[in-house]
């Protein structure tokens, strides 16, 4: 952190000295002045990432001061410190804007870690919003690719959704099918879309952390609650708050997240005070969550009160008329990713490709091509380019000679290799939709289009 510029403004020399080479020792960049005003002055002509107020200061105090930093720039951190015994003044403070305060006499260790973990909050600000401007180049809605009749329907609930102030939505599908481009497009098309677009993998927290990195916590709320600390609900302020694989978290913390979605306030582990808030939360799952709740494994007023909208995702194998755009898309982002040239796909890979079942859906195949283009060296991908998955039918039948397709259309292979499949289940349409993964409506569409039905 030795680009970090902090200025102290304090009135008694001995201190604002020590304070001075204690920072530095930190390679931190550090000016030190006696008076507000002169504070003010320097903050008006130079960059400054973190401020130490001292409240009690000859003319204009520290209030005030922090009043006018706040004014002429709202994003830098300020610190106060006072001598006073009256908390009033630090906690008028801390409305106004301040970060945190430190009470005199202080031990020169509290300062560094009050530092370190305010320029923490510092750089998470700033990675996120590098971030929000990021999805906003990489995820706009036009980016869900595909033409099918089911992300047709998806792009028109994303527009009514986005319209609406804060209505909560339930996004259901498969890993990888893409979920998280769904939440990216509601928040970009929608009025929030200039705030915080924040996301949590509920799965990857531990149970004992998620809480506080949800709601925050106050100072001295637990042992290692050495300062406050900002929850995501309150960093997402403004814009929309994404909570993946929300079927992972414990039931315990379930109507805490129901309060924040009825009342849009919520209170930092160990606070006595409502904080509100104006956040449009998403939430996403793989998981059947209407089974979830009739096993007694979530809450059903959660549920309900989730899916005010729902966006379901089918998988990538029962919309395989997206898979020719999508594989397109791929090449052409790989080939310039790895400086290749390659014109397209083999018929034979094409075959390969449509015949698969993608457990793994748009994820997996935008890997499988990734690792194709790494491998090619010729003008085509090849069958040889693709892993050993995609040439071998994994299905509970035995396999068989099957006629090559040669040239031919996607529709074409598709209804080749579903009324094979047919075939070799005798008719089963139930065993047919399992080894071909679709469920036995789409199955049954299919042959009804085939006009085998």
């Not at 550090?30 to 003319?59: C, M």
């Not at 430190?102 to 020169?108: D, H, S, Y």
């Not at 809480?211 to 997402?236: I, P, Q, R, V, Y």
């Not at 966006?311 to 400086?339: A, G, H, S, V």
Request: charged fraction near 30%.
């Amino acid at each position: 952190m030795e680009n970090i510029r902090i200025l102290i403004i304090e009135d008694n020399e001995d201190l604002s000295f020590t304070i001075e080479n204690v920072l530095k020792k930190s390679k931190y960049k550090v000016k030190r002045v006696s008076t507000g005003e002169e504070g003010i002055s320097i903050i008006k002509k130079e960059l400054i990432d973190l401020v130490l107020l001292d409240i009690n200061l000859p003319k204009m105090n520290g209030i005030k001061v922090l009043r006018n930093i706040k004014e002429i720039n709202p994003d830098i951190l300020v610190i106060m410190m006072t001598a006073i015994t009256d908390a009033k003044p630090a906690i008028d403070a801390m409305k106004i804007g301040a970060y945190d305060y430190l009470m005199k006499p202080f031990e020169l260790d509290e300062l560094k870690i009050v530092v370190k973990k305010a320029l923490e909050t510092h750089e998470l600000k700033r990675e996120v919003d590098r971030l929000k401007r990021q999805h906003e180049i990489d995820h706009p809605t036009n980016k869900i690719f595909g033409d099918s009749q089911y992300l047709q329907k998806i792009r028109e609930i994303i527009a009514i959704i986005a319209s609406t102030p804060r209505t909560s939505v339930l996004i259901l599908g498969e890993s990888g099918t893409g979920k998280e481009l769904v939440a990216n497009a509601i928040h970009y098309s929608s009025a929030r879309k200039d705030g915080p677009f924040i996301k949590i993998n509920c799965s990857a927290i531990p149970d004992n952390l998620i809480e506080s990195e949800l709601f925050g916590h106050e100072k001295g709320a637990f042992t290692d609650a050495k300062n406050m600390k900002k929850g995501l609900f309150e960093l997402a302020n403004g814009g929309t708050l994404f909570l993946d694989e929300l079927s992972s978290m414990k039931l315990s913390l379930q109507p805490k997240i129901l309060r924040v979605l009825e009342t849009q306030s919520f209170r930092r582990i160990g606070g006595v005070n409502d904080i509100n808030i104006d956040v449009r939360i998403i939430a996403a799952t793989n998981q059947d969550l209407a089974e979830l709740v009739k096993n007694g494994e979530f809450r059903d007023d959660l549920y309900y009160r989730l899916k005010v909208m729902e966006i379901t995702i089918p998988p990538l194998r029962e919309r395989k008329e997206d898979i020719d755009i999508l594989k397109k898309l791929f090449l052409d982002q790989y080939n310039k990713e790895f400086n290749k040239s390659i014109k397209g796909f083999a018929p034979e890979t094409d075959n390969l490709i449509y015949n698969y079942s993608w457990p793994g859906n748009v994820r997996e195949l935008k890997n499988v091509i990734e690792r194709a283009v790494i491998l090619c060296n010729d003008e085509m991908l090849l069958p040889e380019h693709m892993p050993l998955e995609l040439k071998e039918l994994n299905t509970d039948i035995p396999a068989t000679q099957s006629p090559g397709l040669g040239m031919v259309s996607l529709e074409d292979a598709e209804k080749h290799h579903i009324l094979n499949v047919l075939e070799l289940v005798n008719g089963n349409k139930s065993k047919a939709a399992r080894v071909l993964k679709i469920s036995r409506s789409t199955l049954r569409e299919k042959l009804k289009n085939y006009q085998t039905e």
